[in-house]
């Protein structure tokens, strides 16, 4: 039996040998394409054209170039007619930072690689050459202009409505310190770190003058450079060990157990979202809860919320000349004085705690009067005023009851937990600089960045790029 039966269509067979024969191809050198990378090209093109209208790069510069800048300028050395060097632009600076902040980058040496490196970051210097110390040295000395412009910012906002006041929301994220949780120190240790640390500059200043070597001269300059700023941060952190220590008593704990950091002394350990604890700083903002605008910011070093509310209001109405009608605010806020001393300004929409559990022995105790008199106590009410509240803090019992007051609460988390999301998304996350002064700079170009992309979608007038500007929307937020 044909073991392959059929093995052409129409049943015949046929051989191997009846088959045509296929010649083989010669084999020779494929020729292709191989890139030329030495290979001179001269491209003509300006850098306005890099970019195409609406780019976010514009956006930015046309809003910092209709600034008042003029606080920029003041410490600008270099005049015409006079001597010394050029000064790199204010505007090229600014719109470089609040570039970068909106691109999440928040590193000196990292813009100042991209200017060179980035059609947009060279689109910005136009060809002026920076470096990162003129980059870094501009975000930490600038924050009091910063806040100033943060002012012209919302006064804008304002005069075309777009920032009305109706209410406030105010909140606080906690940032990561740049400072690690072993460089926290108790007294006596830092005690005699300094010690090391001043026989340490002491020796470096005697090697410098003792040495006739220029390099090395050069060198052991700059190590006592170095040992002076850690003598100056360890002085910082010992400085700051009262305070410290005072927030142990009141938390019930002993005061010597109390540690500054010796890396940034303004640092503190706080609680953070995750539950676990490390240094950070508390950052504060607050939002205008129709727009989203941010009113108002500022930097705390302790955990807490409790006693931030009174300071808040009163930035908010000196920078705005008014406070909100409405001051919306979690539970961590509504301390009793910080309630009557906000009174007069703002009403305080906040929840009102409900009544502590009672311990066992007095649970024990109730019990046994109910048994006794078989008529059980009535619930205790939390929006009841009390017999020792204030009139501010027994009408925000009562206040809090309403219906409309819980509707209103409701914008608290749909602004405030949504401005602090914009932040973290664009990098508030850690912080790249140590000390409060420079910790504020950074959270104020944060603000400043977080409005502007507000500005360009609730009033692209204000920064000259017209209502009809195509993709600005998308670009907003």
Known sequence: MDPNPDLFADGSETSASALPIQKAKPVGIARVQQPNRKQLELRPSDLESLLPEGHRARIVWGYVERQDLTGLYVDIKAVEGGVGRTAIAPEILFTLWLYATLEGIGSARAITRLTQEHDAYRWICGGVQVNYHTVADFRSQQGD?????????????????????????QDGVRVRASAGAASFRREEKLESLLAAARERVAALKRQVDDDPSADSRRKAAAQARAALAREARIEAALARLPELADIKKRQ?????????????????????????FRPAYNIEFCSDTESQVIVGVDVVTTGSDMGQMA?????????????????????????HDQIDAVASQTRVIAPVPKPKAKTKDATAQTNAQDDAQATPEPPVDPHQRKPGDSPAVGDWRERMATAESKELYKERAATAECVNAQARNRGLVLLPVRGLKKVKAVALLFVLAHNLMRMVRLAPELIGIGTGTSGIPEMAG
């Open 252 to 276: 019930g704990k002993k005061p010597e157990e109390a540690r500054a950091s010796t890396t940034d002394a303004e640092a503190t350990v706080m609680k953070m979202g995750d539950g676990g």
């Open 311 to 335: 300071p808040m209001v009163k930035q908010v109405a000196d920078r705005c000349g008014q406070a909100p009608d409405d001051w919306l605010v979690d539970g961590g806020f509504p301390a």
């Open 145 to 169: 202009v910063l806040d100033g412009l943060l002012t012209d910012n919302v006064a804008s906002l304002m005069a075309v409505g777009v920032v009305k006041l109706k209410a406030g929301a």
